[in-house]
Structure formats: structure tokens, C-alpha cells
């Protein structure tokens, strides 16, 4: 009997830690939304914890980019200084080495544009949810205000709802991706006319029969690239926080399975500079995921545009 209870304990809490992973990696649902809002057509408008996060992207991507690049242009200054430096080094790195081979010169400035707005969207998206700034608060507000996690009512508690990373939602992930199949035909349209693109999905020239076989997986292709965007995206973003808090609650499963605080002391020796190591690949992740997202756009549009058969 004393074992099946520790099993039911030890399952309880692994059922709890199973539960903290999920909820600090997926968005706030319905129940506790950061701001009630009435329904529109029947559709819920609150505010989520996700919603809240691109609200915060958008102005980090204004304060940061917009509004610098704004007063530069303004002051009419030839060399730029301090942030400009920064950003016009990602701008002409991404123009000349992301943009320009793919959609050729004609078009790069057509749709530079929209390749900087991606990468910078999805950067800050990406490494705002690595700052763990509701956490903070959370400690705050237990430890130090002394409010009860319980306490429904409570500003902050409501905050602690949901992950932080809005990209590793599937919805933020599709709309991007949506955006980059909606670039990619009216690239297309652009640059051949609409009747000219869609004949240029599949090679001229080919038996009648080979074209049974092709206009289907082509058409599939079509959905398989936003499909790959969305996917990689959000998994990448959602994979490396699992990771990391996986590896920080095997203290307190230790702890709980023996009943001793030493025991969970002991695994963090090991667990805490793993984290701090997937931490620093997190990092890198940020980074290379908004890079990744841009190139595969870029490619993706010059390939409506430079047809190749």
C-alpha cells in the first residue's frame, strides 16, 4: 500500500509538472483572458496572453525600428549613428544577400520591404518570450505583495496565464505564413500575369498524361510551403521552452519521488547548467528561426518570379 500511494504521488506530481509546461508554453484561454471585451458576431474579442504579446511586439518593433528609421530619414543625414548603424547593417545584409538573389534586381525593392518586416517581427517576437518578465512579476506578487496565486480578481495573477512566446502559437505562425502565400501569387501575377503564373506551375512541353500526375502535387506544393513556414516556426519556438523546463522540473519530481529536499539540491547540480546551456542555444534559436522564416519567404517569392522549368 505504501508503494502504490508513492507511485499515486509521484504520478500526481509529474501530472502537475506535465501541466506547468503546457500552460507556460500555450496561450491563455478563454477563462482568463487579460481583458474582457463583449462579443462580436459571436466571437469572443477578450484579449489573451498571446494577443498581449504581439500588442507589445508591435510597439518594441515601432520604439526600435520604425520610429529611428523615421527621424533618420527626417534629419536627412548621409552616414546614420548609434542604432541607425545597427539596423542599416540588417537592412542591406537582408537586401543584398536575402532579397536580391532571389526575386532579382528588378523586384528587390518591391519586396524588401515586407522580407525586413518579417525578420524584424519575428526577431523581437522570438526574444521578448525568452525575457521572463511575468515570471518576475509573479514573484512579486506573491512573495512580496502577498497575493494568492488564487486570487482570480488580481492584475498580475491574470498576466501569469499562458507562455510569452507568441510565435510559438500555431495562429500567429499561420497568419505569417498566409502572408508569404499570398506574396508568393501576386508576386507571380506581378511579374507574368495572372493566366501566365498559374500555367507556370508546371513545366511546358510534357505529355498530356504527365500532367495528370504533376498539376496535383503542385497544387499540393502550393499548401506545403506555408504548411513548412507555420510548423517550423511555432515548433522551434514551443520545443526549446519545453526542453528547458523539463529539465528544471526533474528537481522537484526528485525531490517528491524521495521525499528529500537533498534529492532535488542533487539533480540541480545537474539540471540548472544544462538549462543555463539550452538557454544559450535558445538565444541562438531567436535568431536563427527569424533569419530561417525570411530566406524560405524570399525563396519562396523568387520562385513565382524567376520561373525555372
Sequence with gaps: ?????????AVSV????????????????????????PHLYNIDMSVTKHVLMLWIVSVSVGL????PVQKFVKQNKLIPSGLMNFIEIIVTFVRDTIVKPNVGSKWVNNWAPLILTF????????????????????VINRFILHVPYSDNHNFINGLLHGGPTATGNFNVTAALAFITFSSIIIAGVRAHGFVQHWKNLVPHGLPAFVYVILIP?????????????????????????????AILSFMAIFADMFHSVLAGIGVAIISVPMAAAISGLEIIVV?????????????FIGMAINVHH
Design 1 to 9: 500500500m505504501l508503494g502504490s500511494s508513492g507511485d499515486h504521488e
Design 119 to 138: 525578420l524584424f517581427f519575428i526577431f523581437f517576437a522570438n526574444a521578448i518570450g525568452m525575457i521572463p518578465i511575468f515570471d518576475l512579476l509573479g
Design 64 to 67: 526600435f525600428v520604425i520610429i
Design 217 to 245: 502535387i503542385e497544387i499540393i506544393g502550393m499548401f506545403v510551403k506555408p504548411f513548412a513556414l507555420t510548423m517550423r516556426l511555432a515548433a522551434n519556438m514551443t520545443g526549446g521552452h519545453i526542453a528547458l523546463l
Design 14 to 37: 509529474m501530472e502537475r509538472v506535465g501541466d506547468n509546461i503546457i500552460h507556460h508554453v500555450s496561450n491563455s484561454d478563454i477563462e482568463h483572458p487579460i481583458l474582457h471585451l
Design 287 to 299: 535568431i536563427v528561426q527569424a533569419y530561417v522564416f525570411t530566406l524560405l519567404s524570399a525563396v
